[in-house]
């Protein structure tokens, strides 16, 4: 029904920069939140960043002024451009959206795959 692909994970090096992609396909009727989130083996998904229809962002503390997210309505896309990567940066990204299918009356969430970001030191 509905597919996400991620982009543009990698390995960088302290102080760089990488950007990630993420892109929906499906039968979708409308698409609410976006959002980054992060996972590190043996703990919980955290959240990175997410942006809601209207524009809000909100992100976590531990990435502000950093990380930057934005989001294509057209393309259904979600983008998050990280600067200033720091080695504890390094873990498992995945993108989510909360959306609508078309001839559905319920919001669901979606996950994306996942792509791995290695900071070295």
């Known amino acids: 029904q509905v597919q996400l692909v991620e982009t543009g994970g990698g390995l960088v090096q302290a102080g760089g920069s990488l950007r990630l992609s993420c892109s929906a396909s499906?039968?979708?009727?409308?698409?609410?939140?976006m959002g980054w989130y992060r996972q590190a083996p043996g703990n919980p998904r955290e959240l990175v960043a997410t942006?809601?229809?209207?524009?809000?962002?909100n992100y976590a503390d531990s990435v502000k002024d950093r990380f930057t997210i934005s989001r294509d309505n057209d393309k259904s896309t979600v983008d998050l451009q990280m600067n200033s990567l720091k080695p504890e940066d390094t873990t498992v990204y995945y993108c989510?959206?909360?959306?609508?299918?078309?001839?559905?009356?319920?919001?669901?969430?979606?996950w994306g795959q996942g792509t791995m970001v290695t900071v070295s030191s």
């Open positions: 989510n959206f909360n959306l609508q299918l078309r001839g559905s009356p319920y919001r669901s969430d979606y």
């Open positions: 499906g039968s979708i009727s409308s698409i609410y939140r």
């Open positions: 942006t809601s229809a209207d524009g809000t962002t």
